[in-house]
Nanobody, 125 residues
Framework: QVQLVESGGGLVQPGGSLRLSCKAS????????IGWYRQAPGKEREGISC????????YYSDSVKGRFFISRDNVKNTIYLQINSLKPEDTAVYYC??????????????????WGQGTQVTVSS
């Protein structure tokens, strides 16, 4: 059974950090590109990072570049998103997604085959 399960969200003060996890089952990370998206209340879902499986390259949106870092543990079949220097505007539900095939660039949203259920990140003092 193919499944993505996110965890690690929570309430954090501005400037704080969290590490989000995305545990994959039913496939191996070498066979997919993985993306992280987020959706704030009243806004469209935004792609913020991805790691491709052709060479492990990582990509970030301008809104998170330098603060968020994606990594992959192939042994644990888990993707991580380290999120630092959090701002109130980072408040959102964070989703991971997987796109089957060989990717050398980030898939666009509709190209992802599987999505997790999301984990809430709230940045507030």
């Amino acid at each position: 059974q193919v499944q993505l399960v996110e965890s690690g969200g929570g309430l954090v003060q501005p400037g704080g950090s969290l590490r989000l996890s995305c545990k994959a089952s039913g496939f191996t990370l070498e066979d997919v590109a993985i993306g992280w998206y987020r959706q704030a209340p009243g806004k469209e879902r935004e792609g913020i990072s991805c790691v491709v499986n052709s060479d492990g390259s990582t990509y970030y949106s301008d809104s998170v570049k330098g603060r968020f870092f994606i990594s992959r543990d192939n042994v644990k079949n888990t993707i991580y998103l380290q999120i630092n220097s959090l701002k109130p505007e980072d408040t959102a539900v964070y989703y991971c997604a997987a796109a089957g095939g060989r990717w050398s660039a980030c898939p666009v949203q509709y190209e992802y085959d599987y999505w997790g259920q999301g984990t809430q990140v709230t940045v507030s003092s």
